[in-house]
T-cell receptor
Framework: DTEVTQTPKHLVMGMTNKKSLKCEQHMGHRAMYWYKQKAKKPPELMFV???????INESVPSRFSPECPNSSLLNLHLHALQPEDSALYLCASSSSGTSNDNEQFFGPGTRLTVL | SQKIEQNSEALNIQEGKTATLTCNYTNYSPAYLQWYRQDPGRGPVFLLLIRENEKEKRKERLKVTFDTTLKQSLFHITASQPADSATYLC???????????FGTGTRLQVTL
């Protein structure tokens, strides 16, 4: 199975809501990532988990809270978001979080709209 | 400041021709560089990785070069097809292991 799955595909939420994005991979990868992508822009790294520990936080606002319950799952908890947080949120995984030449496998993304 | 720029926001070519996309970077010394393809509304898909000590890498109709002196990578698609139409992104490791920073992207359109 060489697939990264993400749920939901689409999410509309108000600024006072709490929601979660989910990501799953069964490739035995030990690094997982969250990216944010605005229209016509490249993906921007948000968080990296390596061996289930948070290794990189790219100064992301605290209204985004990542969680890695186990090596196959990655969540992104959302709370009190702003309309400018509307974007495509991509999850990715790679085989190692310590080697620096791994390809990353991306999920299809969750299209988030904040009203 | 650190930048990763891809020279064209959009590139239109005719079917059968070779598409050449450019990735230029400043103030980085990446150990490797990757190229990804992204279709609208979907996640990027890995195509090729080239290391700093490699000059050229090939995979089927794809060829990548990496010049660390010029701080540039070229990505070629030979015998292009309409199905090659997509956005192509270069990505560099830019710091700790596994951290990738993506270039601005080039939207390739191959017409009949």
């Amino acid at each position: 199975d060489t697939e990264v799955t993400q749920t939901p595909k689409h999410l509309v939420m108000g600024m006072t809501n709490k929601k979660s994005l989910k990501c799953e991979q069964h490739m035995g990868h030990r690094a997982m990532y969250w990216y944010k992508q605005k229209a016509k822009k490249p993906p921007e790294l948000m968080f990296v988990y390596s061996y289930e520990k948070l290794s990189i936080n790219e100064s992301v606002p605290s209204r985004f809270s990542p969680e890695c319950p186990n090596s196959s799952l990655l969540n992104l908890h959302l709370h009190a978001l702003q309309p400018e947080d509307s974007a495509l949120y991509l999850c990715a995984s790679s085989s190692s979080g310590t080697s620096n030449d791994n390809e990353q496998f991306f999920g299809p993304g969750t299209r988030l709209t904040v009203l | 400041s650190q930048k990763i720029e891809q020279n064209s926001e959009a590139l239109n070519i005719q079917e059968g021709k070779t598409a050449t996309l450019t990735c230029n970077y400043t103030n980085y010394s990446p150990a490797y560089l990757q190229w990804y393809r992204q279709d609208p509304g979907r996640g990027p898909v890995f195509l090729l990785l080239i290391r700093e000590n490699e000059k050229e890498k090939r995979k089927e109709r794809l060829k990548v070069t990496f010049d660390t002196t010029l701080k540039q990578s070229l990505f070629h698609i030979t015998a292009s097809q309409p199905a090659d139409s997509a956005t192509y992104l270069c990505a560099l490791n830019t710091g700790t292991a596994s951290k990738l920073t993506f270039g601005t992207g080039t939207r390739l359109q191959v017409t009949l």
